[in-house]
């Protein structure tokens, strides 16, 4: 689930009864990503943009497809 801020909505999900998977961490990619676990049992992953990275840097590569 996008997000504006990924830290208040994990506090605010843990606040609501949620179980946490895993704490908001930033990753090489420009995402900062959490996830939390809902009393019904469903896992969210909460994401927020924080930098726009070339995928190059992360050592992303283009995909050929064939038609």
């Known amino acids: ?5 990924a830290d208040d909505a994990y506090a605010r999900a843990l606040a ?4 946490g998977l895993s704490a ?3 990753l090489p990619f420009g995402e900062r990503q ?3 676990r809902d ?3 469903h896992a969210w992953t909460l ?3 924080v930098a726009d990275v070339d995928p190059a840097s992360w050592g992303a ?3 050929q497809t064939t038609g």
């Open 1 to 5: 689930m996008r997000v504006s801020n």
């Open 16 to 19: 609501l009864g949620a179980t």
């Open 24 to 26: 908001p961490a930033t």
């Open 34 to 36: 959490a996830a939390v």
């Open 39 to 41: 009393p019904a049992g």
């Open 47 to 49: 994401s927020q943009t």
């Open 61 to 63: 590569a283009p995909v």
